[in-house]
C-alpha cells in the first residue's frame, strides 16, 4: 500500500465527447463519487474520461503501479519490443487527469452500502461503481497446470512477469527444439493472440534456430482469421508451425510440468518449451461480488455496460458478454467510453448519447506483415450485434502488408495515448 493520492495538475485529451457531456451540477451540490476497480485498459479509459468531467470525483483501484499492455506482448516475446515500451505509469496517468489512485487490490464490494472493500479492511465509498477485472483462469479445468506449474510452462495470457519468463525459455531452448502452444476454448481474451505468437516465435526461430518447430494444440475446429495465418505459415514458414484442431487430438485434459508434457484426450506431447493457455473466466472480484452468472462472465445492459445482476455497478472490458464483440483491449476501451458517458448522464444530468461501439486491431504475422480488422457493433435486443465489418484478405501484396504492419505501430502509439492519456 503506497496511501491515497488526490492530483491536482493535467489536462484532458478527451476534448469533443467530454465536451459534449458537459455537466449540469449546480454550484455548491456535492460531486458523485465513482469508484473504478481494475487500471487495464477498460479500467483506465473509464477513469480518465469521467475525471475530464472536472465534477465527478474518481477513484482508482488497483494494486499494480503499471499496466502492461497485453496486446503487442507477442512483439516483446520474439524480440522486437522492450517490456518497458509496453508499460504504462497509473500513478501518472492519476496525476495528470485529477485521478484519487489507491494502490491496493479490491477484495469485496458491498452493493447495498455502495463501498468497496479493500485489502487491508477499509471502504471506499461510490455512487457509481465501474469494475474492470480482465480474466481469471479457470485452473481446475486442465489437471496438474496450477500456480507452480506456470512457473514452468508459462501462460504468458497477463503480459508481464510470465512474458519475461516465456521468452528467457525460449532463448534458451537448443536448436531444434519444440514450442508447443495449447490454445483454449472459446470465449477467451484476444482471439487471434494465439496465431500471432505463433507466427512471431517462428519468426524467431527461423533467424536463430531454424531446426526448431511450433505446434499448436487447439480446443477449437476454427480460429479468429485462420485463413490469414494458414496462408501466412506456408508463405514465412514453411514445414514449421503445424495446427492441430480439437477434432484430431481432443481438448487438453492434463500437464506434467516436470517432463514438459501436454496430455489431450487422444495424445501426449513432450515440448522443450510449453506455453499453456488456460480456459478463462471473468476476474475474480467480479465472481465473488455476484457480478458473474453461469458461464462465469458478467451480463450488462449494452446500452449503459451496467450489470444485470447488481444495479448501481457497471462491468467493462474482457469480463463482460459481450455478444459479438470480441474480447479485446480495443472494445475494452470503446465500452469505457460508453459507460463512463451513461454514468455521467445517470449522475449529473449531461446528455444521453447511443453508444458507439468499435473494435479494430493490428495482427502481426511477421515483423513487414501485418493485417487488420475493422468492425462496427450496435445494442439490438438487449444484445451488442455486429453492424459492419472490414478484415484484411488473403491474396494482399507484400507492399500492402508492409504499410499495414507500419500503420500497426502507429496505432498502438494513438491508442495508448487515448487510454492513458499520453503517460508511458
Not at 472493500?117 to 469494475?131: H, N
Not at 486442465?142 to 525459455?169: C, F, K, N, T
Request: proline share 6%; net charge neutral.
Amino acid at each position: 500500500m503506497t496511501g491515497w493520492t488526490r492530483r491536482q495538475t493535467g489536462g484532458l485529451a478527451a476534448g469533443a465527447l467530454v465536451a459534449a457531456a458537459a455537466p449540469q451540477i449546480a454550484q455548491g451540490q456535492g460531486r458523485p463519487k465513482v469508484g473504478v476497480v481494475g487500471g487495464g485498459i477498460g479500467g483506465a479509459t473509464v477513469a480518465r474520461y469521467l475525471a475530464g468531467l472536472e465534477t465527478i470525483d474518481v477513484t482508482l483501484i488497483e494494486p499494480n503501479p503499471t499496466h502492461v499492455t497485453c496486446f503487442f506482448s507477442n512483439l516483446y516475446l520474439a524480440g522486437f519490443r522492450s517490456l518497458a515500451s509496453l508499460t504504462f505509469d497509473l500513478q501518472s496517468l492519476a496525476e495528470r487527469h485529477r485521478i484519487t489512485f489507491i494502490r491496493m487490490r479490491a477484495v469485496a464490494i458491498d452493493p447495498t452500502a455502495g463501498t468497496v472493500v479493500l485489502q487491508d479492511g477499509a471502504r471506499v465509498s461510490f455512487d457509481r461503481l465501474v469494475v474492470a477485472p480482465g480474466i481469471a483462469f479457470k485452473l481446475g479445468e486442465i489437471g496438474g497446470y496450477d500456480e507452480a506449474a506456470a512457473e514452468i510452462m508459462p501462460h504468458a495470457w497477463v503480459a508481464g512477469p510470465q512474458s519475461e519468463l516465456l521468452r528467457r525459455q525460449l532463448e534458451s531452448m537448443e536448436d531444434g527444439g519444440l514450442f508447443i502452444i495449447a490454445a483454449p476454448a472459446n470465449p477467451f481474451r484476444c482471439p487471434p493472440a494465439p496465431y500471432e505468437r505463433a507466427s512471431l516465435v517462428a519468426y524467431y526461430f527461423k533467424q536463430f534456430k531454424p531446426r526448431s518447430k511450433v505446434l499448436i494444440l487447439d480446443a477449437k475446429d476454427r480460429f479468429s482469421g485462420q485463413e490469414l495465418f494458414q496462408d501466412a505459415w506456408s508463405r514465412h514458414y514453411p514445414g514449421m508451425i503445424e495446427w492441430l484442431p480439437v477434432q484430431f487430438i481432443g481438448k487438453t485434459k492434463a500437464v506434467d510440468a516436470a517432463t514438459r508434457s501436454v496430455v489431450t484426450e487422444g495424445e501426449t506431447f513432450n515440448a522443450a518449451v510449453a506455453n499453456v493457455i488456460p480456459p478463462q473466466k471473468a476476474g475474480l472480484i467480479a465472481e465473488r461480488s455476484g457480478l458473474t452468472d453461469a458461464t462465469g462472465w458478467c451480463p450488462v445492459d449494452p446500452l449503459t455496460f451496467e450489470s444485470t445482476l447488481q444495479r448501481g455497478i457497471h462491468v467493462v472490458g474482457d469480463a463482460i458478454i459481450g455478444g459479438d464483440m470480441p474480447k479485446s483491449a480495443f472494445s475494452a476501451n470503446s465500452q469505457a467510453k460508453a459507460c463512463a458517458f451513461a454514468i455521467a448522464a445517470a449522475l449529473t444530468g449531461s446528455p444521453r448519447f447511443p453508444p458507439h461501439l468499435f473494435n479494430s486491431c493490428y495482427t502481426f504475422l511477421a515483423p513487414d506483415d501485418a493485417f487488420t480488422n475493422a468492425i462496427t457493433f450496435a445494442p439490438k435486443d438487449g444484445k451488442i450485434k455486429t453492424v459492419k465489418t472490414f478484415i484484411s484478405k488473403v491474396g494482399e501484396s507484400a507492399e500492402v502488408r508492409r504499410r499495414l504492419a507500419h500503420q500497426a505501430v502507429g496505432w498502438y502509439s494513438a491508442f495508448t495515448a487515448d487510454v492513458f492519456g499520453g503517460v508511458s
